[in-house]
């Protein structure tokens, strides 16, 4: 079984900055996709930015050129720096894991945009 264990949320005012971190507990040598979703209070879960082994990215339209993703190999962790947060941005924010046929899920981190 992987672990999934995300760190990061906290509170921040608007046009701040935050930085996720989620690191898988074991590496996958083969083709695999991280990437990071969130749920707001009341919405469906949406994708946020996805990333595969090869580094190849995709953005939800709401976050492109204020979010990034990115990932080290290495250390089995993606990342998702966030900037020029906004409050529609507040929900919880969940790592995902997709490696052969499996989906694997963090147990998601808390991002509150509020001043």
């Known amino acids: 079984q992987v672990q999934l264990v995300e760190s990061g949320g906290g509170l921040v005012q608007p046009g701040g900055s935050l930085r996720l971190s989620c690191t898988a507990s074991r590496r996958f040598f083969s083709f695999n996709v991280m990437g990071w979703y969130r749920q707001a209070p009341g919405k469906q879960r949406e994708l946020v930015a996805a990333?595969?082994?090869?580094?190849?990215?995709n953005y939800a339209d709401s976050v492109k050129g204020r979010f990034t993703i990115s990932r080290d190999n290495a250390k089995n962790t993606v990342y998702l720096q966030m900037n020029s947060l906004k409050p529609e941005d507040t929900a919880v924010y969940y790592c995902k894991l997709v490696a052969g046929w499996t989906d694997y899920w963090g147990q998601g981190t808390q991002v509150t945009v509020s001043s």
């Open positions: 990333i595969t082994s090869g580094g190849s990215t």
